[in-house]
C-alpha cells in the first residue's frame, strides 16, 4: 500500500493531467471555438469533488495538522503558504463555476477561460512547492507506519466526503476526459 505523500503525489498526476484538459478547453475559446459544456460540467464536477472536497482535505484537515505537530511551521512557514494557495485556489474555482453557471456564453466563457489559466498557473506552482519542498520534509519526519496509517485515514475520508467508490469513479471520468478532444 502506498504511503501518505505516495497517496498525494499520484493524486497530483491524475490532477494535472485535469489541468491539461482545462488549458485545451481555454486555448478553444480564446480562438473562438465553442466548448464542450459536457466537458466544462464534468471537469467542474472533478475539480469540486476530487480536488476539493478530497485533495485538500487530505492535506488540511490530516497531514498539515500532523506535520505541525512534528515541528513543520504553520503560520509564515511552508504549511501557511499551502493553505494560502488552497485558499487562493478556491477563489478561482468559484469563478470558474460562476462563469460556467452561465451556459459559456462568449462573455462568461471568456471569463472562465482567464480563472482557469490562472487555477491552472496556480495549482501546477503549488505542486511543485508540495512535491519539492513540503513531502520531501514530510518523508523525513514521518515513519513508514505512520505513513501507511495516514494513508489508511485518506481512504476513510475519500468515503465519508463524497460516498464510497465515488473517488475512483472520478478518476476514471477524469482518465477518459482527458484522452477525448476538449
Ligand atoms: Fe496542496
Known amino acids: 500500500m502506498p504511503g501518505a505523500t505516495e497517496v498525494l503525489r499520484q493524486e497530483h498526476q491524475t490532477i494535472k493531467g485535469a489541468l491539461g484538459y482545462a488549458e485545451r478547453i481555454a486555448a478553444k475559446i480564446d480562438h473562438g471555438e465553442e466548448a464542450s459544456c459536457d466537458g466544462v460540467a464534468r471537469l467542474m464536477e472533478f475539480i469540486h469533488l476530487f480536488v476539493e472536497r478530497c485533495h ?41 463555476s460562476a462563469a460556467a453557471g452561465n451556459g459559456l456564453a462568449p ?31 514530510a518523508d523525513r519526519v ?25 473517488h475512483e469513479q472520478l478518476q476514471m471520468m477524469m482518465e477518459e476526459l482527458i484522452g477525448q478532444s476538449a
Open 56 to 96: 485538500h482535505s487530505k492535506e488540511e484537515q490530516i497531514l498539515f495538522p500532523l506535520l505541525e505537530k512534528k515541528g513543520i511551521p504553520a503560520e509564515g512557514g511552508p504549511l501557511g503558504v499551502m493553505l494560502l494557495e488552497h485558499d487562493r485556489a478556491r477563489g478561482l474555482i468559484e469563478e470558474m
Open 107 to 137: 462573455v462568461s466563457a471568456k471569463r472562465w477561460m482567464q480563472a482557469a489559466w490562472d487555477y491552472s498557473d496556480l495549482m501546477h506552482d503549488h505542486f511543485y512547492k508540495e512535491e519539492e519542498m513540503l513531502f520531501k520534509m
Open 142 to 166: 514521518l515513519s513508514q507506519e505512520e505513513q501507511t496509517a495516514i494513508a489508511g485515514a485518506f481512504n476513510l475520508l475519500d468515503s465519508e466526503k463524497i460516498g464510497p467508490g465515488k
